[in-house]
C-alpha cells in the first residue's frame, strides 16, 4: 500500500514511471473538478498534460490517517509556476488501495485558482 511519503515523493520528482506503478490498471484519479481519469494510461497522461502547466510540485505532510484500504493525506502543497513565482495552497488527497496494494481510486481536493492566477 503506497503510503503519502512514497506517492508525494513520485508526483514531487513528477516521475510519472514510479507514479503509474502506484495505480491499478483500472485506477481512478479525480482532480479537483476535471472530468475522472480512469485507467492507467488516462491517469498518467493527466499527469504528463499537468507537468507541463507548472515548473514544480513540493508537498508539505502536515497528517496522514490510514484505515484499511482507504488513506487521507493533508498537505501543503507548493506549486513553481512557469513563471518562476512560488504558489502554496492547501490540499486533502484520498486514495483506496485494491487487493494488490495499488491505487483503485484517487481523489485531490484543491482550489488552484492561485496558482494560475495572473
Do not use: C
Not at 2 to 12: E, I
Not at 41 to 47: D, I, Q, R
Not at 98 to 109: E, H, P, S, T, V
Amino acid at each position: 500500500m503506497p503510503d503519502a511519503q512514497t506517492t508525494f515523493r513520485a508526483v514531487d520528482a513528477q516521475d510519472v514511471e514510479a507514479l503509474a506503478a502506484l495505480f491499478a490498471e483500472d485506477g481512478r484519479l479525480v482532480f479537483g473538478n476535471q472530468e475522472p481519469l480512469v485507467g492507467r494510461a488516462a491517469v498518467m497522461a493527466g499527469n504528463v498534460a499537468f507537468f507541463q502547466l507548472v515548473l514544480g510540485i513540493r508537498h508539505r505532510l502536515r497528517n496522514e490517517w490510514t484505515v484499511g484500504a482507504e488513506t487521507i493525506a493533508e498537505t501543503d502543497v507548493t506549486y513553481t509556476r512557469l513563471d518562476g513565482k512560488d504558489v502554496t495552497v492547501p490540499a486533502v488527497s484520498i486514495w483506496r488501495v485494491d487487493g494488490d496494494g495499488l491505487i483503485a481510486d484517487y481523489r485531490i481536493f484543491v482550489d488552484q485558482a492561485p496558482v494560475f492566477a495572473p
